[in-house]
């Protein structure tokens, strides 16, 4: 059985594998927004962002001078969809994990485990 098997994973485990997929998801979504942002923010008051929601659709837009140069934008469904089913799915792989690791033990160290509880 490996080191990272989900059978071994305890919930914490579980709530730090969600918050590293969200970390990561961030980081690839709005990454490619943070110069244009620390440009914008740094151009002496010539710099403008903003993020807007409007007919179910999230968009964030950064300019420059009256310039955009970031603008990116996401269904809400689609947000939603990217916060919720990855994690969803880690779960259910892990229940499932954890359920056939109990099937699989031997009656002996079901017993034993009984006794030490």
Known sequence: MSLFSLS???P???LASWVAYWV???LVTLGPAIPAVLRATRSGGHGEVSA?????VLSFVVKE???TTFSGSVP??????????PPLVIWTLWL???GTEARTRKPVERRQASRVQ
């Open 8 to 10: 071994r994973w305890r």
């Open 76 to 85: 809400m469904l689609t947000a939603a969809l990217w916060l919720a089913v």
């Open 12 to 14: 914490v485990h579980l």
């Open 24 to 26: 990561a998801l961030l």
């Open 96 to 98: 499932y994990a954890r």
């Open 52 to 56: 807007n929601f409007g007919n179910g």
């Open 65 to 67: 001078a009256g310039r």
